[in-house]
């Protein structure tokens, strides 16, 4: 291997350790708890070689949104692909998206409510930030003529949900019904006609 590929392999391994650590960090205490110098100090590097790698923290959130952009479009595709017919699929993936939601409320901080420079639904919009949604966009397109706005309105459905959930705002032991009602709503889509 060439000193170049070796230095961008170096390079990229210590990238995936503070991204690492900040994913740690955040989901046993908090976002609060990820800052430049406690990611320095756990990974045993200075602040400056992680200033080399991310500009700010905000920058480091966003590198842990894309992989957990990644791990929900690969959870996802197996729910859809597990799933027996095109309504099963919804609720497959439905319930995959509310299992990773609480499962992993920093990495799903990360994603949805922290600030960060990523762009959603724009030309420019990464393809790990567009796989989730366009598996979403296959189990809805059966249902409707219209994909992307329904597929955008059964996502913010999901997410917000989600996001009651998770702060505790509904009642706790509807989760089941709440997903069949939001499915109920895709399908009847499908049945309103074009739109």
């Known amino acids: 291997m060439s000193v170049a590929g070796r230095k961008n392999r170096e390079r990229a391994e210590r990238e995936d350790r503070i991204v690492a650590a900040a994913r740690v960090i955040a989901e046993s205490e908090g976002w609060d708890a990820v800052t430049i110098r406690r990611l320095a100090k756990e990974i045993e590097y200075s602040q400056p070689v992680l200033y080399s790698h991310f500009v700010n923290r905000d920058a480091i959130v966003a590198a842990v949104a894309v ?71 296959a189990v809805v397109s059966p249902f409707c003529t219209n994909v992307e706005i329904v597929t955008e309105t059964f996502w913010a459905a999901l997410h917000g949900l989600a996001e009651l959930e998770r702060s505790g705002r509904v009642r706790p032991g509807m989760h089941e019904k709440r997903i069949a009602l939001v ?3 895709i399908v009847d889509a499908g049945n309103a006609g074009p739109g």
């Open 183 to 185: 499915v109920q709503a």
């Open 67 to 137: 992989e957990g952009f990644k791990e929900l479009a690969a959870i996802l595709r197996a729910a859809a692909e597990a799933a027996d017919g095109r309504r099963d699929a919804l609720i497959n993936v439905a319930t995959g998206y509310f299992t990773f939601a609480l499962s992993r409320p920093a990495l799903y901080d990360a994603m949805f409510t922290l600030p960060t420079q990523l762009r959603f639904a724009e030309a420019e919009t990464t393809a790990e930030l567009r796989d989730g949604f366009e598996v979403i966009a």
